[in-house]
């Protein structure tokens, strides 16, 4: 008996020494959610459709060049929706299936005649938003690292196509947003024709009919500016495929133009510089567009044959110079983003939690300490010990497992120690009515603690389903929430049954008649 | 020290009038709902803008008012914890315009401007919660599933565990809670936002914790007071664990009660809703849950109630659990 009650001692002993050592010091060891370190939660929404419709579009260019090529006779060619495409007025049907075998990989053809509609197969749209999604997470994520956030989130969230960021002790949220949103798409293309004081005046220099292989860029009001002319939107008129892309740069750096204003240089990778060269070699004296998400930022004449180095300027501040280069280094996203959820806690509401949390917790502990002290008299201190016990393996079950403490988590550590009040009450309720009934402590003390065990797993596993679910269904503080709830429940049962019991055998132990107890 | 010595009040001779109460509040709650159009939702579930911000200097609820009164929409102003901290909420509902994902934060931009424009002490922003539509209607399903799942799951396992009619006596209680404290939080103009979910979720754990307790006590006399009705035993039972339940309740409150207290402004709709919940959960296991156990059991054995709850547990693996605690 009282070897076995030694190692019940020591094994108590084992579990608090290694959860304090787990947890201590806590202001290192434990996580902290966003809603008390302060930080910013957001929610964004790849727009796969975007991305789906760029493929689209290509295949509808591509199958275009086809048919001219086999001299296939179309009236209609045209995209109706990301991921569809119609074909009208086809005079010869075995020569146009044909010519247009390629585009049924991923398209599927509907039935007929003269007159088609493609839509994209289901598995590659699917493998498209897949691959839009896991792309756009992967420059989020470099982009984040850029900025340099300590312990930064960034990942899928429910649904497919929403993404998950969180950031630590960021502060200047609009920043942090441009930087994750901004497409970054970079494009250098030669200008045709323009600038255009209008898109009308564009069109009309091509008869209202623009050839479809070249399209009608809005600049920056900058770009005119800089030429000496009043800032107003001017339109250049450039090829649609863009024979340098932001997928060429090897590098990008903040530097200064020759009026020394902040300027972003750009270095490209072998491939780009050889394709660069060859390209402005070609085009001396015309217009090279810098176009960056569809805008023309400068158009600077080119001088010389350039191959591996350039310039994008503009009218940046040092900020922007900064964080267009960090955006270019970290690649394109494939698709635009929209923001569906932002939640931004400021470091002194975050420490206004911590407080009230630590104030609540203590407080209701107190109280309740008192209570059990007073109504148990020395049980009151066995209670107290389990309860205490629980907390050190709540914090330091946290700590192992790396479980992030917001403020909800607070009321975790409350409602964990109301469960193990609600167990030391039950089997202390139960000793005391056994009490009555004469058989003698040691009797009492055991059939206590055996009747009771059932009602404390019923309780405890009720308790459990809820919480899980509760994990299942929350966001952050939330999940804070539960976890400390699920940790505190399974902790409890090991406290309020094994420590609690262990503390009365001593007791009984120590003395072999107790005719009393204090409880 | 002892609360009750020997307790013995008749509580299930007052089920029918508990039953009416509990009805009456929930109708009353249900009206109220009915004539304001639903429990007012919180931006959690709704989608829209919160912007709290801290003044350097003191400003009055006035001052503040007119100052966003410019920017469209129905804007609601209301001070954030206490006056000296002077720190203020502003809330914008979701307005159509905000459908656009792109255009989400401008309602927090028009508020901060417009506060910048008003000439006021100078401020900085605390916390900024923006939530689009899609993101609302989102956590508004899953809230709903999470709470039916753990319903569902909690509802199984006492019926493994007991029987059919304890679990339908446990479920109606847990229900009887969440309508309850639904219909406090209308009474008192509380919102549903996530952490009032959250709560919500918790008492359907505690209030089915509470019946069990009853209900294991229940499982276990029925095998000691074999004559007796089943009413008796299920009264005997609830007596027997009164001290248990209103030490615990208490305990359980008064702790709570601090978080109430101290917890702060973002908890505090968190923490009414747990105040409410333990009451009602403590209230609904001594009248409610045994209440509809015993009328189940009745209404499926009108003829011989006392001889069927003499010999109620027939499986063998829960007599094994009743001989290893004796």
Redesign the interface.
Known sequence: MNKNLRWRGLTILAVIVLSVWAFYPPAEKVNLGL?LKGGVHL?M?VQTDAALRIETETTVERLGEGLARAGVQYAKLEVTSPTEFVVEGIQSDQAFRQASIEADTIFSRSPGAGRYTYTMRPIISNQLREEAVSQALQTIERRVNELGVVEPIVARY??ADQILVQLPGVTD?VRA?EIIRSTALLELKIVEMGPFPSQEAAQQAYNNNVPPDLEVVPGSEDVAASGGGTPATVYYVVRRVAPITGRDLRNARPSLDENSLPAVGFSLNQDGARRFGQLTEQSIGRQLAIILDSRVVSAPVIQSRITDEGQITGSFTQQEAQDLSLVLRSGALPAPM?????????P??GA??IR??V???V???T??VF??LF???LAGFNALTSIVVNLMILLGMMAYLGATMT??G??GF??T??MG??SN??IF?RI??ELGTAKGVRAAVN?GF??V???IV??H???????L??L????G??RG??TT?IIGLASNVFTAVFVSRTIFEVLLSRRAQLQTLSI | ??IFKNPNFNFIRWRWPALALSIAVILAGAVLMATQGGLPLGIDFSGGTIV?V?FDQDVTEDQVRQSVAGVSGEVGVQQF?APE?REWLIRLPQTLSDE???S??QGSQQIEAALRQAGLPSF?????????P??GA??QR??I??TL??LV??TL??AV?FRFSFAVGAIAATFHDIFVTLAFLMFFGYELS??V??AI??I???S??DT??VF??VR?NLRSMRRDALEQVVNTSVN??L??TV??A???F???L??Y????D??RG??FT?LVGIVSGTYSTVFIASAIAIILSQRRRPSAAPVAAARPETRPGRKA?GA???
């Open positions: 809603d929610i929404r429910t649904q949220v947003k929209d923001f569906l959820e932002e939640r931004t806690v400021g002194s509401l206004e939690s009230a949390g104030t609540a917790s407080g209701g502990l109280l309740v209570f059990m109504y148990y008299r403020l909800p607070f009321a409350i409602l120690i109301g009040v609600d009450v039950l309720e005391k009515e059939a055996d009747r065990w059932w009602t019923d309780t596993v009720a308790s459990l389903i809820g919480a679910l509760l299942n269904f929350g966001t503080p939330i929430f539960a709830l | 020290m002892q709290v801290k914890g901290d656009q994902g792109a989400l934060e900085e922003v605390i916390n900024r919660e923006i939530v689009g899609v993101i989102d956590l899953r809230g599933y999470a799942a753990s799951a909690i396992y006492i565990r996530l952490n979910v959250a979720l918790t359907t754990g505690y089915v914790n069990i307790v294991d006590r276990e027997q664990t001290a248990r030490i615990t208490g305990t359980t008064f702790a709570v601090a978080l207290l101290f917890g702060g973002v908890l968190f923490a747990m659990r290893r605690a004796s």
